[in-house]
């Protein structure tokens, strides 16, 4: 677990998680814009408000499985 927490925490691991971030994020927009109803407009949302914690965490340069390895 601590070899995946330093990975997380390295160059790679952050862009890695900015860009999964991102690629959530414009599903989100996907599904907001294209499918009709109301399931639509909640799932959509739900997936861009989710692909901002990858994003932010990326950037921020922590990991939320941090608190699990100790």
Do not use: D, H, K, Q
Request: glycine letters at 16%; a positive charge.
């Amino acid at each position: 677990m601590a070899g995946l927490i330093s990975f997380m925490n390295g160059t790679a691991g952050r862009v890695l998680r900015v860009v999964l971030g991102l690629v959530i994020i414009l599903v989100g927009v996907y599904v907001f814009m294209n499918v009709a109803g109301t399931m639509g407009l909640v799932v959509g949302l739900v997936l861009i408000i989710v692909g901002f914690v990858p994003v932010i965490m990326g950037i921020v340069g922590r990991c939320l499985l941090e608190p699990l390895a100790r």
